[in-house]
């Protein structure tokens, strides 16, 4: 919404408030001023001159040379290139001294051979949009088609030197998407006087009954509708005060019939419709939801498809408009039209916002219906046009508006006590202000004591409840002088669940470790969805995907972090930035049973890491990231949050190194997988070696146990043993060590893998593997014989078991 | 005997001062006082003296040693000296060079922004809470005042699953699922942080993907001016306790009265500049009274309670905050941006 300060003043006494003192005070009561435009120009330099006498330059064939009177005692001369200059017309002459727009500044001058004193100007030149320029004078000078002095400042008569607001209007504030309302706003800020239009018009004796009948067929959708018939009119330019104005708000003139429909929808809010009454076809306006595939052509040439959630003005039998959003083509007003039929109605707000939002047809009109107009002002809007069109068109109003329908609206009453609005607040505000704030807002209210009653008039149909009237008394009195409090009552300890603190504790150890927190988008593509998804996740459903998606990058909702995370390595690696390390903690989204049912969003972390891990430039040290670095992340998180032991369990997956990829499991159930990312996948995103974490923390979560039993620190000694074995390359370590385990009870503490070796001095497809093992007995000191039993039945057992050899 | 071992001592003397490693050293020792040294050969002719001059000359014999031994170990302790001087002279390294890298990983600014305000307000009691990514459209829309048919919740605006789930549009459906909770008792005092989804192709200041963290306060007699006051705190905490703050009256289906909060512009200090397009002030969030609507839907009496609740984009101010330019790259996980702010 854009508002004139010149319009403004004419409803409201604001003069000599800065332009932006006016604007922060709005912004600061109501409504967002998003920004001042203009003065586009105010110079007293320029002013209205008059051609006297316009002759062909002697030198120049395509230049005249103008004798302007421009109000002093000689005539100007003037060089003018304009192909429309001519004697006779009142023109916009810059003087010497005077700047234009873009800089120019006007000095005299000779123009092959003669002089010229001043420029005569187009509207373009005075910094007027070219939009609001009229055809017939874009490629030349303007010129005044109504009567005006010379050498008065031409500025404001061309409206140059407004200024203008433009409003960014939340939609609760439909009643300032007009002027009138703008009025009612300043006035209640400033406690100003308001001088608003009171139309009237003289009616001719012939009815407009006998040109038109009105039938609604559908009330909820069309409430009232009011048609009335303009005779004798004659289609010409609008007078310029009235071009002004629409240029002001943003508004292209079109001719006077166009020009007065708008401006009354610029003033009282209320959109307008002139049909012409002879190409109209019939002496009834049939008001009715569309045809299921119904068709109508609309202003702007386009065939629409109709449904019967949209309304139709009809003839009886085909349609004139898409109510409340555009006319129709075949009765528009054109500039042979002498007789209008004038529409103004009241549409339902959603069955507008629904045609115009399908048809994609913002309009000034239709984002007034939308937001609902003022039911009571409908008829006082059509007035007004009606006064117009007397005055500026010659035509004669055809005895009463023919109406159907109801402009009658529930009336709203809010009873509160006045506390009810300080307690709200914060305030002490007096009965004395709270009943000045009201009169300033020129709400019809009774105070009894401390009761009050307000009855909001229909132009504030936002004003429904009493905490709609907290926002007026809090606006009115201003938010700056509301106290700073903070909140007396009983106090709460607050803080963080378990989850969350453990979450917290997650983010901590992984940076710690070097990994830096990313953060990637959870919607994904269809592809992506289907890859690095954990094999506990139960993956025969596709993943949970949008019903409309804007692209196909973000689809789907992602069943891990992982392939969003490899998307990030390759956009760093394309940077060159090699050496990388990443994690996000975040959800996936595991799709339920059922339509309507919510998918289980699972809090998992995962990680990806490249490049060099150990790095010692100058001493030529250069490791890259292996199994075990993220390995041994992995293990130090579980170490520090769990007790019971995480199993590392070879696994082959879809999209990771077969021979360097396990599972992850505690007590028994899976909770995620750790590998190589295999070498095709490497190519694909460019990486090189690339290892992978995905681990879901809930399950983690689940087996932290936040009061562990404490076990005092024995002083008895721990004994330590070696023990190396050869065994066959493909048994694990996991596997021997299960053994150690069971046989070296009850003393055995720890294992420890200290050597791993294989190649040379080794038989083919052997390798041998040193443990250190610990033994401890907490309650005395252990014997060496003790010891050596359990460790002789280890050995024993190992043999037996794998064909293993002790080795040295 | 005594003129031998006066020569003896001067011989061992001068081997002493001759002596430069700790091996010839060690060789001048075994000459002169090892087993088959020359005190102990000079004590072994002792049997050949008069009982008088025995005593004599076995105190001086052992003088001898005691001086010997003496000089030995002072030589020995010099040479020690030396060695050790002149290993760590061989032991001089470059202190300028760089030392080795160690791994600094650390959070997202994002993250580290939400973290920050939670650990402010849960020392004002407040606790953390969250909700699911994807809502129902009950949560998401109508218990928070936006029935069905109302403009705001225009399909074109929200990433839908089915006709009754999309993705959550704010963090408010929390702040319904709350309350709900809490059936119809106070306080509650929750600060909700997590991430949104609209329909908005991504550019400089668009992201279909956001985060927002918003705070609620129901309880008996909350009023705009706690509301002002806790805004005041949060403010100050997150942009200096130089700027002032300001609401102007705004709209939000959830709350009325609803309100922005800006701050006084840092860039310009109120004068206006390109930063708070000439208006001295730059909006940080929104807020206002919890609508009694939303507390009825919920099962709280809102004649009895009322409540604040506030929201704002934890984007938005680390851009303002650190002056980042393109609201994507919060998202795209360029280290170069990443680790410009772990120190923060
Ligand atoms: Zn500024």
């Known amino acids: ?808 | 005997m005594k003129e031998r071992l006066q020569s003896i001592k001067q011989e061992a003397i001068t081997e002493i001062e001759a002596a430069d490693t700790q091996k010839s050293l060690q060789d001048v020792r075994v000459q002169f006082l090892g087993k088959k040294g020359k005190i102990t050969e000079v004590l072994k002719g002792m049997g050949k003296l008069s009982k008088e001059e025995r005593p004599v000359i076995g105190q001086l014999a052992n003088e001898v040693r005691d001086e010997i031994t003496a000089s030995i170990e002072e030589k020995a302790d010099l040479l020690e000296k030396q060695a050790i001087e002149e290993q760590l002279k061989a032991e001089t390294i470059d202190v300028t060079l760089p030392g080795r890298p160690t791994h600094t990983g650390g959070p997202h600014i994002l993250m580290k922004t939400i973290r920050d305000i939670e650990d402010l307000f849960i020392g004002m009691g407040y606790e953390v809470a969250e909700g699911p990514e994807v809502e129902t459209d009950y949560y998401n829309f109508e218990a928070l005042n936006l029935p069905k048919g109302h403009p705001a919740r225009d399909m074109q605006d929200s990433f839908y699953i089915t006709e009754e789930l999309l993705m959550r549009t704010h963090t408010s459906p929390v702040q319904a699922r709350t309350l709900n909770a809490h059936e119809g008792r106070g306080p509650v005092k929750i600060i909700c942080p997590g991430k949104v989804y609209r329909r908005d192709t991504d550019d400089a200041t668009h992201s279909h993907q956001f985060t927002q963290i918003e705070g609620l306060y129901v309880d008996e007699h909350i009023t705009m001016s706690d509301l002002k006051g806790t805004l005041n705190v949060l403010a100050k905490h997150l942009f200096g306790e130089d700027r002032e703050i300001r609401l102007r009256p705004s709209f939000f289906p959830f709350t009325e009265p609803s309100v922005e909060m800006d701050i006084s512009c840092k860039v310009c200090n109120g004068d206006g500049c390109s930063v708070c397009k000439h208006t001295g002030w730059i909006e940080i969030l929104g807020a206002g009274l919890v609508h009694p609507n939303v507390l009825e839907m919920a099962g709280f009496d809102s004649k009895k309670y009322t409540g604040f609740a506030f929201g704002m984009g934890p984007e938005r101010i680390a851009m303002l905050k650190y002056g980042i330019e393109d609201i994507r790259h919060f998202y795209t996980n360029d280290v170069r941006f990443l680790k410009q702010f772990h120190q923060v």
């Open chain 1, 1 to 808: 919404m854009l508002v004139s300060i010149n319009w403004l003043k004419e409803y409201v006494d604001i003069e000599g408030i800065p332009t932006g003192e006016l604007a922060e005070a709005i912004t600061k009561t109501g409504v967002e001023v998003d920004g001042i435009h203009g003065p586009i120009l105010d110079d007293e330099k320029i002013v209205v001159g008059y051609v006297e006498a316009c002759e062909q330059h002697p030198n120049a064939d395509k230049l005249n040379l103008c004798q302007v009177n421009v109000g002093e005692d000689e005539l100007a001369q003037i060089v003018c290139g304009a192909p429309n200059v001519a004697q006779g017309q009142y023109v916009v002459a810059a003087r010497p001294g005077a700047r234009l727009p873009g800089g120019l500044k006007i000095k005299k001058a000779k123009l092959r051979g003669e002089a010229s004193e001043g420029m005569i100007c187009s509207l373009q030149e005075l910094g007027v949009d070219e939009k609001f320029v009229p055809d017939h004078q874009k490629d030349g000078i303007f010129v005044f088609d109504e009567e005006v002095q010379i050498g008065e400042p031409a500025c404001p008569l061309l409206n140059l030197d407004d200024q203008v607001l433009e409003l960014d209007l939340t939609p609760n504030r439909a009643d300032c998407l007009n002027m009138v309302g703008m009025a009612y706003e300043v006035a209640a800020i400033y406690n100003k006087e308001l001088q608003l239009p009171s139309p009237t018009v003289t009616k001719a004796d012939e009815s407009s009954n006998d040109y038109i009948a009105v039938r609604i067929e559908n009330k909820e959708m069309n409430p009232y509708y009011g048609a009335w018939i303009i005779k004798d009119l004659e289609v010409k330019s609008s007078p310029l005060w009235l071009r002004n104005r629409l240029i002001s708000a943003g508004i292209r003139p079109i001719n006077n019939l166009v020009d007065i429909t708008n401006y009354v929808l610029l003033e009282y809010g209320q959109p307008l419709h002139a049909f012409d009454y002879d190409r109209f076809g019939s002496k009834e306006v049939v008001t009715r939801p569309a045809h299921e595939g119904e068709t109508m052509t609309t202003l702007d040439g386009k065939e629409r498809t109709l449904q019967p959630e949209h309304l139709l003005i009809t003839n009886g039998e085909k349609p004139h408009a898409l109510a409340g959003v555009m006319g129709g083509q075949d009765s528009e007003v054109q500039d042979d039209t002498t007789t209008i039929l004038l529409e103004a109605a009241y549409f339902d707000p959603r069955t507008v916002r629904k045609a115009s939002s399908q048809h994609n047809l913002r309009s000034e009109a239709s984002a007034r219906f939308e937001k609902g107009v003022d039911l009571t002002r409908v008829k006082e809007a059509a007035m007004r046009a009606a006064e117009l069109y007397e005055e500026l068109a010659g035509g004669t109003i055809l005895g009463e508006m023919v109406e159907e329908g109801s402009t009658d609206r529930e009336p709203v009453q809010i009873t509160f006590e006045r506390h009810e609005i300080n307690e709200r607040i914060g305030t002490e505000l007096s009965i004395d202000q709270m009943n000045d704030i009201l009169e300033r807002l020129r709400l019809p209210y009774e105070q009894q004591g401390e009761q009050y009653t307000v009855t909001p008039p229909s132009r504030r149909n936002d004003l429904r409840i009493l905490e709609d009237m907290v926002e007026e008394f809090a606006r009115l009195y201003g938010y700056d002088h509301i106290p700073y409090t903070l909140p007396t009552g009983q106090s709460n300890k607050g803080g963080l669940t378990k989850r969350q603190r453990l979450t917290r504790e997650v983010h901590a150890y992984l940076q710690k470790t070097g990994l830096n927190e990313a953060l990637t988008y959870s919607l994904t593509t269809e592809e992506k969805s289907k890859h690095f998804v954990s094999p506990e996740i139960q993956t025969d459903q596709e993943a949970v995907k949008l019903m409309m998606p804007m692209t196909d990058l973000h689809s789907h909702l992602r069943l891990s972090v992982i392939p969003e995370l490899l998307s990030s390595l390759q956009y760093n690696v394309a940077r060159n930035q090699y050496n990388l390390g990443f994690y996000e903690l975040g959800s996936v989204y595991l799709p339920n049973e059922g339509k309507d049912v919510l998918p289980r969003e699972e809090l998992r972390v995962a990680a990806a890491i490249t490049g060099i891990w150990e790095n010692h430039p100058w001493q030529g040290e250069k490791k890259p990231v292996d199994f075990f670095v993220l390995k041994g992340i992995l293990e130090g998180l579980f170490n520090y949050f769990l007790k019971d032991e995480v199993i590392f369990e070879k696994a082959n997956l879809d999209g990771l190194h077969p021979g360097r990829t396990a599972l992850l499991k505690l007590n028994g159930e899976t909770v995620g997988y750790i590998g190589q990312l295999h070498p095709f996948v490497q190519k694909d995103h460019d990486l090189d070696d690339t290892y992978v974490f995905d681990l879901n923390l809930e399950k983690v979560f689940n087996h932290v146990d936040e009061t562990p039993d404490y076990e005092a620190i024995t002083k008895y000694p721990a004994i330590s043993q070696d023990l190396a074995f050869v065994v066959n390359a493909e048994i694990t370590a996991k596997e021997i060590e299960d053994i150690i385990y069971e046989q070296g009870q009850p003393y055995l503490k720890t294992i420890r893998v200290f050597d791993v070796y294989q190649g040379e001095h080794m038989e083919e497809g052997k390798k041998s593997i040193a443990f250190n093992l610990t033994f401890q007995n907490n309650e005395r000191t252990l014997k060496d014989d003790e010891v050596d039993e359990l460790r002789e039945r280890i050995i024993q057992k190992v043999k037996a078991t794998y064909q293993a050899e002790l080795r040295g």
